[in-house]
Nanobody, 116 residues
Framework: QVQLVESGGGLVQPGGSLRLSCAAS????????MRWYRQTPGKERELVAY????????NYADSVKGRFTISRDNAKNTVYLQMNSLKPEDTAVYYC?????????WGQGTQVTVSS
């Protein structure tokens, strides 16, 4: 079955950095777009970034453009989100997402808290 396992979240001060990872299994990872979303209590899940199957195309929400970088290693079935210059408003649970066979799959999420 499809599994997505996020890691790398934590508590960081404003201006700091974190790198999230999402290890995927159960589908042919290299064939699919991968996405990172985030969600805060009471708000809808927000698309943060996505990356094409081969990694050549990326796109970002305006709120993170220039600060976050999405990448993938198809040999390791892993997608990453490098987050720099973190702000308190980046605090959220971050989820990776895949859509093999036109169905949405989600990881369990990893908490990112930006606070001094």
């Amino acid at each position: 079955q499809v599994q997505l396992v996020e890691s790398g979240g934590g508590l960081v001060q404003p201006g700091g950095s974190l790198r999230l990872s999402c290890a995927a299994s159960g589908f042919t990872f290299s064939r699919y777009v991968m996405r990172w979303y985030r969600q805060t209590p009471g708000k809808e899940r927000e698309l943060v970034a996505y990356i094409s199957s081969g990694g050549g195309i990326t796109n970002y929400a305006d709120s993170v453009k220039g600060r976050f970088t999405i990448s993938r290693d198809n040999a390791k079935n892993t997608v990453y989100l490098q987050m720099n210059s973190l702000k308190p408003e980046d605090t959220a649970v971050y989820y990776c997402n895949a859509r093999p066979w036109a169905s949405d799959y989600w990881g369990q999420g990893t908490q990112v808290t930006v606070s001094s």
